[in-house]
């Protein structure tokens, strides 16, 4: 999602002299970026010596022309000879995948998987994955219009969205049916037996886990109601989290249905649930599908599920929206990123949450933290308990008093708050770590060093210290639209030559329905329970996009994944101020919805295309029957000697090996009108000292019967080192003077991110 939630509590990582700080419970789509392998030997053993792996096979006959018994059968025959002990081949398999995926999950030993990967029919076996869990005002800075608009309502309830997440909280108003009509005709999903609560709004409702599906869809998690109501959710007027932030909470497509996928739990998200929720939205006729999921690092597309299931569903037309991950500023921890799919970084809005702190001495400090409480600011003991790590802290009692925790051992806010503390004061070590505000179990500020160490000198210099911490408000934030400090940075690992981060969309301090279940801060010991919520995560900008997506789709039903991405990406809002990452921080520039509608041109791509960029990735046979489910697939002379620069993408990336080196590089390019028949497009180029740009031709003319024009991209030069950035910014715009179609081009020393 790139979230992860209390259960454990999980922490946001930044630098590591600033570690000592973070003693946050509540991950808020904020996850640790531990090691995917590590995560998945952990939950992947069931004690009996199987772990569960998935098994790709060769693609069977339509399912009108075989029958899920038989494809049952298929897989079954497959396992039989290869199991060691008395158990059946039904009771090792945990799911068939037969509707747009071909295959099974099944608990096997290593034994079994290596003899079962020898027989025929079988393309390829994979261990289990686990991933984790990656507005009101957002939509109003998007400039998307304020609306339950019913002159809208007939387009958007076609669109159906499917959210692979951790359920939903339906009894929330952001999901109310009032004034839909039943589904369209094209929705073949269900609802699981054991909720009652599908109506117009939640048409479809499903849960994986271990390969039962009878659980409950419920979310008492809080995240997937989050993300739903942020992409789809009905205009409700009055939302806040305490009186904070109060206005209209809405989403982007509000008469959009919703299908809802749950497969996140407690323990995360695993990838044979995962591969099962795609398997199933798909063949159920949804048009989005929105997976705020993550792992802490890239994977190769062919052993990455989230991919493969991507890839299937962008097939069959539809949309794929991703997180981009939660571990920036770091270079290089960019997840998600096959080019199939739209990765979305996190981004500030023009709206920032701060909780001041008062001293007796009549001074007072602008802190960053969510402090929802009754009963704030009167003034309190101030105390240095010595140290606020969760040893120290045990036992101990506090009540009346506000806790100086500056000497850098730092444990959890629910150790805090058992001490009966009035609330404490933190700081990090970096001051530009303070664009995201956090809930914690009691009223806590967290200040800039400098700011802390006047609050200390205060403290040391009175026998009475006190200190006022009030309720958080919000403010206007001049800077946004900016990269958030957590959101993954490229470039992409797996792919260099393939831009990732696509684009930005609001991700900090975002407000959308809550469940009940969960506690506003995320943590266990929090009693405290919302309608409403406000976090922050890359987890928070995908629904933006999928949102986006989804209004796109109401407006252009057939636009394949690729025309979508291409629309959003090339009327991007440009970000380039400031940031040393560039495009590898923010991609294109902040989602706009309003603009990517119409287009102009759009930048297509097939299936085809996409093989052929895994030709040019040099994939071998084995690896293309993973990814595309076809045994068949192969590679031509001429696609093995492409360059993956080829594939038809809105955006161009060019790794070069160092400043200084020179390089030239081509990039053939192929536009679609979707604009007025008669067009004409001449490209304006902008570049930087060191990088020269070409187009040819330089002019397009459109016309009835001429709907696509190819064009090639010349970059050439010698990238030059500059002043905090660690590569060059260029562009090329299509212009007729009313669209205005923009690529952004990066070149960047892949030497430095190896």
Known sequence: MASTRASPPLLLLLAAAALAVFFFSHAA?????????????????DGDGTKVYVVFTERQAAPAELSSERVASFHHDLLTGV????????????????????????????????????????????????????????????????????????????????????????????????????????????????????NNKIIGARSYRDGNTTLSVLDNEGHGTHTASTAAGRAVPGASLGGLAGGTARGAVPGARIAVYKVCWEDGCSSEDILAAFDDAVADGVDVISASLGSGIPYDYAADPMAIGAFHAA???????????????????????????????????????VTEVALGDGRSFEGSAITV??????????????????????????????????????????????????????????????????????????????????????????????????????????????????????????TYGVLKPDLSAPGVDILAAWSPEAPVSGSTDDKRRAKYNIISGTSMACPHVTGAAAYLKSAHPGWSHAAVLSALVTTATPMGSGEPEAEHAYGAGQVDPLRARYPGLVYDASEADYVAFLCAQGYNSSQLATVTGRSSASCSDEARGGAVGDLNYPT????????????????????????PADSV????????????????????????GTKKLSFKVSVSGKLLPANGTMGASAAIVWSDGRHHVRSPIYVFPHKHVM
Request: with cysteine; aromatic share 8%; glycine share 8%.
């Open 29 to 45: 789509a904020i996850h640790t970026g531990a090691s995917l392998d590590a995560a998945a030997a952990a939950a992947a053993s």
């Open 83 to 198: 199991i060691d002990d008395s158990s059946s081949a039904p009771d090792r398999v945990v799911y068939h995948y037969s509707r747009t995926l071909h295959g099974f999950a099944a608990r096997l030993t290593d034994d079994e998987k290596n003899r079962l990967a020898g027989k025929d029919g079988v393309i390829s076996i994979h261990e289990k994955v686990v991933y984790r869990p990656q507005t009101t005002r957002s939509w109003d800075f998007l400039g998307l219009p304020h609306r339950n608009d019913p002159t809208r309502l007939p387009f958007e309830s076609d669109v159906i969205i499917g959210m692979v997440d951790t359920g939903i909280w339906p009894d929330s108003a952001s999901f109310s049916d009032a004034g839909l009509p039943p589904p369209p005709a094209k929705w073949k999903g269900v609802c699981s037996r054991n909720f009652t609560s599908c």
């Open 315 to 353: 097939r069959s037309g539809v949309v794929v929206s991703v997180s981009a991950g939660n571990s920036g500023p770091e270079l290089g921890t960019v997840c998600n990123v096959a080019p199939w799919t739209i990765s979305t970084g996190a981004a500030l809005t023009d709206r920032r949450i």
């Open 373 to 494: 409480f009754p009963h704030l600011g009167k003034p309190s003991l101030l105390m240095d308990p010595g140290s606020c790590d969760d040893d120290n802290l045990a036992g101990k009692r506090y009540k009346g008093a506000v806790l100086l925790c500056g000497n850098g051992d730092f444990g959890s806010s629910s150790a805090m708050a058992a001490t009966g503390a009035d609330g404490a004061i933190a700081y990090r070590f970096m001051d530009h770590d303070m664009d995201t505000a956090f809930s914690f179990d009691l009223p806590l500020a967290i200040v800039k060093q400098k700011e802390y160490e006047h609050i200390a000198d205060y403290y040391n210099s009175t026998r009475h210290p006190v200190a006022t911490i009030k309720k958080s408000v919000t403010v206007k934030d001049a800077a946004a639209p900016a990269v958030a400090q957590f959101s993954s940075r490229g470039p992409n690992m797996i």
């Open 652 to 675: 161009i990336a060019v790794p070069v090996l160092n400043y200084g080196v020179g390089f030239a590089a081509e990039f053939p390019r192929t536009v679609t009108n979707v604009g």
């Open 681 to 704: 497009y001449r490209a304006t180029v902008t570049t930087v000292p060191g990088v020269d740009v070409t187009v040819t031709p330089d002019e397009l003319a459109f016309s009835a």
